[in-house]
């Protein structure tokens, strides 16, 4: 009986058994691949204080896995984060520290020149999961009203995030710089939250540099996915659900899986933009002021 362990022990080790063969897994691989192509990949350890692994590239996965080797993320307590932001032409960084960090200040320096698309993210975040799913019922039903293709993940920890790619935004918005993307969603985010009611939207996350938690990676220490859900996902919801333990089992369901899009119209997103931040005045007046001087 000496020799016994702890059942919590038992608990975390067979957790961890787990997650190992969760990243080593080919569905789980190129779910998370397709999610971290063409972004900055990053693993922050959120249980111990050692410094965060930004400025990795992941683009195939034997990519991802040397990374994974030559930083011990298996071993750790590491979270998976990808960019907002996407680098179509992110260079490759050394793993020698002190090439990497020259390498960390050219692209620092020169950030603005290799961004090539910046998705939105609206995060519902609350330490009652309860509070954050009702709210996120409700913006939901928003979104779905105005049409707007996006898709809808679990956090991973307390919360849900929605998703519009950049891929998915009106031409009018893809026209403006990515500063002014920046501040419109700032703008949006907060009118958003104050307007509705909403609490749980964290209106403070909106710049170019933000990272978010990968699709499909374990969040510690809940060991819970953060996981895209259906409609019948969320309407179903519940922490089990999104478990290490819920999933394990049927990892082959996780191929092509993917971030499970909604359907809608191209200008969806961009309407609701509008409603809030009176964009649509705003560009209203100046074709009345062209109008005038014509």
Known sequence: MDNEQPQEEQ??????RMKTAWYQSEPVQFEIIKNL?????CFINTISKEKAIRYVKANAIRYLMMNFSRYKFLENTYN???SLALFPNMPMFSFNSKEKANEQKFFNENYMEFIKGYDFLLDIDSQNIELAYLESHKIKQIFDKFKVIYSLKFSGKKGFHFEVKYSDFPQWLKVKSFHELESLFKLFGERFAIFNNFPCV????FD???ICKTPYSIVYPYYFIALPLSDDDFDNFSLEKVSLPYWFPKIDKIRNRGMLKRQGDIDGFGNLIKQYTKEVEKVNATNVS???SA
Do not use: A, V, W
């Open 11 to 16: 608990e975390i080790q067979e957790f961890e």
């Open 37 to 41: 192509q063409f972004r900055e990949t």
């Open 80 to 82: 998976l984060y990808g």
């Open 202 to 205: 964290d209106y403070t996350i």
């Open 208 to 210: 170019l540099r933000r």
């Open 290 to 292: 062209t109008n005038k």
